[in-house]
């Protein structure tokens, strides 16, 4: 399916920049990683930047997801380092387009998937932002150049540590009003003993920080959006407004539309339109009606999307969202694209 969709816009497997695997039973990851063997059978010129995350539902009853990133740019380089283990069932880490560089998924893991022990999240993860400054510093970049994150973690528990030790770690590289949008998603299950998983997107270009005075800001946390060029990566949105009140208690058809005004502002702040926004990820708490949240995002975008295409989009569940959120979206716009 994914090679048809490819080839409707004249691509194919070979121009994938990026691709994560979102599944149901993550002991399926060893069989998948055989059957992408067999899909680039020459991993060491063409493998996308690669991701496993196990999560508690998928649509339809569907036991796997793939989500990706494509290009015809010939502008484009595998990142492989040779002091860094690669997370387990991938072939490189990262990709590079221009001026854009996509990370694979980012743990603390050795090259057979093991952590070492004992292990907690406070040590794990200033360990995967190390790596992922290895990486960078590979490309003659830093983790100031990081203009995205994805931080898949096992459960809420962990979640004061890994703020606080993400926070010492991006001390004298960030303002606190300027940390990457960031969406921090609690997952089922990220393989045995691995706390944390980091999905990273970086700019050689310089970048700019959004921030509408129409939603919430979170210093220390992340920042609302980051500009590159024409790009805009739009931190998870979720109901939360002023003074951390969640909006629309209960009620998913509210919680999305509130999700979706947050990007609608940031978007305008930002030059642009939620009609720009080209790809959504969506997460929902488990055992949430998909169909009240599709019947409002549709909705939502035929009103405030000026006839612009439906973007692309993925909803999958997860175990935990922030408290008495039941949806997040984030979003990625390209900004001056004509909707013809």
């Given at each position: 399916n994914l090679r048809t969709a490819l080839r409707t816009v004249g691509q194919d497997l070979e121009n994938l920049v990026t691709l994560t695997v979102f599944l149901?039973?993550?002991?399926?990851?060893?069989?998948?990683?055989?059957?992408?063997?067999?899909?680039?059978?020459?991993?060491?010129?063409?493998?996308?930047?690669?991701?496993?995350?196990?999560?508690?539902?998928?649509?339809?009853?569907?036991?796997?997801?793939?989500?990706?990133?494509?290009t015809t740019s010939q502008d484009r380089e595998q990142i492989c380092v040779p002091d860094v283990a690669?997370?387990?069932?991938?072939?490189?880490?990262?990709?590079?387009?221009?001026?854009?560089?996509?990370?694979?998924?980012?743990?603390?893991?050795?090259?057979?998937?093991?952590?070492?022990?004992?292990?907690?999240?406070?040590?794990?993860?200033?360990?995967?932002?190390?790596?992922?400054?290895?990486?960078?510093?590979?490309?003659?970049?830093?983790?100031?150049?990081?203009?995205?994150?994805?931080?898949?973690l096992a459960s809420t528990e962990y979640r004061?540590?890994?703020?606080?030790?993400?926070?010492?770690?991006?001390?004298?590289?960030?303002?606190?009003?300027?940390?990457?949008p960031n969406s921090g998603i609690y997952v089922k299950e990220l393989g045995t003993g691995i706390l944390l998983r980091s999905v990273v997107i970086a700019s050689q270009e310089s970048k700019i920080t959004?921030?509408?005075?129409?939603?919430?800001?979170?210093?220390?946390?992340?920042?609302?959006?980051?500009?590159?060029?024409?790009?805009?990566?739009?931190?998870?949105?979720?109901?939360?407004?002023f003074n951390r009140q969640v909006e629309a208690i209960g009620d998913l058809a509210g919680q999305?539309?509130?999700?979706?005004?947050?990007?609608?502002?940031?978007?305008?702040?930002?030059?642009?339109?939620?009609?720009?926004?080209v790809k959504t990820t969506v997460y929902l708490m488990a055992g949430q009606d998909r169909l009240k949240f599709a019947t409002a995002y549709r909705e939502f975008f035929k009103t405030h999307g000026r006839?612009?295409?439906?973007?692309?989009?993925?909803?999958l569940e997860v175990r935990e969202l922030a408290p008495s959120c039941l949806v997040e979206v984030d979003a990625v716009a390209l900004l001056g694209i004509d909707p013809r």
């Open positions: 149901l039973d993550y002991r399926d990851a060893q069989e998948i990683a055989d059957a992408l063997d067999v899909a680039f059978p020459h991993s060491e010129q063409a493998y996308p930047a690669t991701t496993f995350i196990g999560v508690m539902g998928l649509e339809d009853g569907c036991r796997i997801t793939m989500d990706a990133v494509a690669y997370a387990l069932r991938s072939h490189c880490h990262g990709v590079r387009v221009g001026d854009l560089l996509f990370l694979s998924g980012i743990d603390a893991a050795d090259a057979q998937g093991k952590v070492p022990r004992p292990s907690n999240i406070e040590d794990q993860t200033p360990e995967v932002l190390n790596r992922i400054e290895t990486i960078l510093k590979s490309q003659k970049l830093s983790l100031g150049n990081v203009c995205r994150t994805f931080m898949f004061p540590g890994y703020t606080e030790a993400r926070k010492k770690r991006y001390h004298g590289i960030f303002e606190e009003d300027e940390f990457p959004i921030h509408s005075p129409k939603v919430r800001e979170a210093p220390g946390l992340f920042s609302q959006a980051v500009r590159v060029g024409k790009w805009v990566f739009v931190a998870g949105q979720d109901a939360i407004g999305t539309e509130v999700a979706l005004t947050h990007i609608k502002h940031i978007l305008e702040e930002a030059g642009g339109s939620i009609g720009d926004v006839g612009s295409p439906m973007p692309a989009g993925l909803t």
